[in-house]
C-alpha cells in the first residue's frame, strides 16, 4: 500500500495499523505527546511529532499525507485535534484518500443488553459518549473522506485479563445482565487496513468480535489459562471502583460486527476473547530472540 499515513496519536491502536502498513511500503508519521516517546518512535522509522496543549502542530507536517488517522480522544473542550487543526486538515481534503476516526461503541448509549448495529440510534448516555458522538459529527461536517470506527474494549499485549490476573488487580464482578463487547488491536488494525483498501468515505462500522460477554467471565478464563484460581466474585452493589470504572458498567449491549465482515471482507484474528487470551499468553511464554 503505497502513501503516506499520519497517525494523531500512536498510541496501541496506531501503532499496531503502523505495523502492519509499514511493511507493505506506506510511510507512516503521527504525534505523541513526550520527546522521550518520539525518540523511540524515530528510533524505530516513524516520523513522529510532539502536539499537546502546549505544542501546536506546524500543519507543514502534513505535507504529502495520504492517509490520516484520528486516535486523540476528546476533552472536556472537546476534540483538540478538530480545534487546533481542522480547518488544515479539510484544506487537505483533495489529496488525502481516506481518514479514519477511532470513535467507541459507547455513543450508542445502555440497551439493556440488547443488539446495536451501524444503523441504531446514537443516544450516548455517559459523559464520555457525548463526547465522542461530538467529535465523530465535528470531523463528519469538514468535508473528508471519513470512515469512523465505533470501538469495543480494547485488549492486546499488556493491556488485558491476563496481565490483571497475574498483577492481583483483576476483580470478577458481577452485574446481572451485564454483557460488553471487546476487541484485540491487532483485529482492530485489519479491519482499518482492510477499510483503507476499500474505503467508502461516509461509512461507520463496529469494530469489536463475536462474542460479548459477561466481564467475570473473561477474568475467569484468564485465571484458568494461567492455572490460577479466580478471584471471587463481587456483586456490583459491593465493589470499590473508580468513577471510570464504574461509567462503563452503565452500558449493557451486544455490538453487531456484522459490517466489517460482509463489506470489508475481515476474518478475525481473535474472533473471541478466548482465542485473544490464549494467543496473548503463548506469546509471553516464547523466549525472547538472543541478542548476538
Not at 524515530?42 to 495520504?66: K, N, Q, S
Not at 461507520?204 to 473473561?218: F, G, I
Request: hydrophobic share 40%; proline share 9%; with cysteine.
Amino acid at each position: 500500500m503505497n502513501g503516506k499515513l499520519f497517525c494523531f496519536g500512536l498510541g496501541m491502536s496506531a501503532l499496531a495499523l503502523a505495523r502492519r502498513v509499514g511493511p507493505d511500503g506506506m510511510a507512516v508519521a503521527g504525534t505523541c505527546r513526550t520527546e522521550e516517546k518520539a525518540s523511540a518512535l524515530r528510533a524505530a522509522g516513524i516520523e513522529a511529532h510532539i502536539f499537546g496543549e502546549d505544542h501546536p502542530l506546524d500543519p507543514h507536517a502534513l505535507r504529502g499525507v495520504t492517509h490520516l488517522l484520528l486516535s486523540v480522544p476528546p476533552g472536556e473542550a472537546g476534540d483538540p485535534v478538530l480545534a487546533a487543526l481542522g480547518r488544515d486538515i479539510a484544506a487537505l481534503a483533495p489529496p488525502l484518500q481516506w481518514v479514519g476516526y477511532l470513535s467507541t461503541t459507547g455513543v450508542y448509549g445502555d440497551r439493556s443488553g440488547g443488539w446495536v448495529d451501524e444503523a441504531s440510534p446514537l443516544a450516548p448516555s455517559t459523559e464520555r459518549g457525548r463526547r465522542r458522538l461530538a467529535a465523530e459529527q465535528g470531523w463528519a461536517s469538514l468535508g473528508l473522506p471519513l470512515h469512523i470506527f465505533r470501538l469495543a474494549g480494547i485488549y492486546g499485549p499488556g493491556r488485558n485479563q491476563l496481565r490483571s490476573v497475574i498483577d492481583g488487580t483483576a476483580k470478577r464482578i458481577v452485574k446481572p445482565g451485564q454483557v460488553f463487547s471487546r476487541i484485540h488491536v491487532d483485529d482492530i488494525a485489519a479491519v482499518l487496513a482492510a477499510s483503507m483498501a476499500r474505503p467508502r468515505p461516509g461509512a461507520a462500522y463496529n469494530v469489536c468480535d463475536d462474542e460479548p460477554a459477561p466481564p467475570q467471565d473473561v477474568v475467569a478464563y484468564a485465571a484458568h489459562l494461567l492455572g490460577r484460581e479466580p478471584p471471587p466474585e463481587i456483586a456490583f452493589a459491593d465493589a470499590e471502583l473508580s468513577p471510570m470504572a464504574r461509567s462503563f458498567y452503565e452500558e449493557s449491549k451486544r455490538v453487531s460486527n456484522r459490517l466489517i465482515h460482509e463489506e470489508l471482507g475481515v476474518a478475525l484474528l481473535y474472533p473471541t476473547y478466548r482465542e485473544g487470551l490464549k494467543a496473548l499468553l503463548a506469546a509471553e511464554a516464547r523466549p525472547s530472540p538472543k541478542r548476538s
